[in-house]
């Protein structure tokens, strides 16, 4: 690929940061400070659905994945996620996120919270990575691209304003900040290298809007059960 067509194709991907979840209704009021402690509670509970799933997306990618290079880093998604031990990764730290917001690990865990459509959501993106060619999986994970804005936006939200939240709790946004960025990179450079045909280049493109689509179908949800 000449490095203009690389060049359009990447800045067609960094495009979609207009159809990013940031711009939802609900993640505006919450990073203006404007949600009560049951929708943030609601939105933590929610999330976790998510949370927990991600790990399962990126296994099923790995399974797809004939690249020995792709899967020896895919992999550390993983592991990120759900650690090498008990009380560590990512998903502990948002369940600690939950405890410190005031939930209890049951209630998050047993999904009591978890509105139908955040589940099928996140279950079609688990499902668009188990059943889709992997470099669109890869591409749909794209998102993270436009994540650590918001993260730090939401970062500084959350001590600004929500100052019931134990700030320890916070830790997983922290780990993402340096964590998205790293990832994302990894996608761009086998997206790039793998997606060299403008068909395939329009795959991916069109593997990341479906994402975007995800990540703004949970929000709806969940700002349609716990309304202002
Ligand atoms: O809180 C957020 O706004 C947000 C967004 C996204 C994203 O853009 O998909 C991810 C995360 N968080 C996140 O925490 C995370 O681990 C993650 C993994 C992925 C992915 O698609 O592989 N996206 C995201």
Same mark, same amino acid.
């Given at each position: 690929?000449?490095?203009?067509?690389?060049?359009?194709?990447?800045?067609?991907? $960094?495009?979609?940061? $207009?159809?990013?979840?940031?711009?939802?209704?609900?993640?505006?009021?919450?990073?203006?400070?404007?949600?009560?402690?049951?929708?943030?509670?609601?939105?933590?509970?929610?999330?976790?659905?998510?949370?927990?799933?991600?790990?399962?997306?990126?296994?099923?990618?790995?399974?797809?994945?004939?690249?020995?290079?792709?899967?020896?880093?895919?992999?550390? $998604?993983?592991?990120?996620?759900?650690?090498?031990?008990?009380?560590?990764?990512?998903?502990?730290?948002?369940?600690?996120?939950?405890?410190?917001?005031?939930?209890?690990?049951?209630?998050?865990?047993?999904?009591?919270?978890?509105?139908?459509?955040?589940?099928?959501?996140?279950?079609?993106?688990?499902?668009?990575?188990?059943?889709?060619?992997?470099?669109?999986?890869?591409?749909?994970?794209?998102?993270?691209?436009?994540?650590?804005?918001?993260?730090?936006?939401?970062?500084?939200?959350?001590?600004?304003?929500?100052?019931?939240?134990?700030?320890?709790?916070?830790?997983?946004?922290? *780990?993402?900040?340096?964590?998205?960025?790293?990832?994302?990179?990894?996608?761009?450079?086998?997206?790039?290298?793998?997606?060299?045909? *403008?068909?395939?280049?329009?795959?991916?493109?069109?593997?990341?809007?479906?994402?975007?689509?995800?990540?703004?179908?949970?929000?709806?949800?969940?700002?349609?059960?716990?309304?202002?």
């Amino acid at each position: 690929m000449t490095a203009t067509l690389e060049r359009d194709f990447v800045a067609t991907l $960094r495009a979609h940061s $207009r159809r990013y979840h940031d711009q939802h209704p609900f993640h505006v009021r919450m990073n203006a400070g404007r949600c009560s402690r049951g929708q943030l509670r609601g939105w933590i509970a929610n999330r976790f659905y998510y949370q927990e799933n991600i790990p399962r997306k990126d296994a099923a990618i790995l399974a797809n994945c004939p690249d020995l290079a792709v899967r020896r880093r895919w992999i550390r $998604r993983i592991t990120d996620h759900d650690g090498t031990v008990p009380g560590e990764g990512g998903v502990e730290a948002w369940l600690r996120l939950g405890e410190a917001a005031g939930l209890t690990r049951d209630e998050i865990l047993d999904h009591r919270h978890l509105v139908p459509g955040v589940r099928f959501a996140v279950d079609a993106y688990v499902n668009f990575a188990r059943t889709r060619p992997w470099v669109e999986a890869v591409a749909s994970s794209l998102t993270e691209l436009f994540a650590p804005d918001l993260m730090a936006e939401r970062l500084a939200a959350f001590e600004r304003w929500y100052g019931w939240i134990e700030p320890s709790g916070l830790a997983y946004f922290r *780990a993402r900040l340096e964590q998205a960025p790293r990832d994302c990179e990894h996608a761009l450079e086998v997206v790039t290298a793998y997606c060299l045909s *403008a068909d395939a280049q329009q795959r991916a493109v069109d593997a990341l809007a479906f994402k975007c689509d995800v990540l703004w179908a949970q929000m709806d949800a969940i700002e349609k059960a716990y309304p202002e």
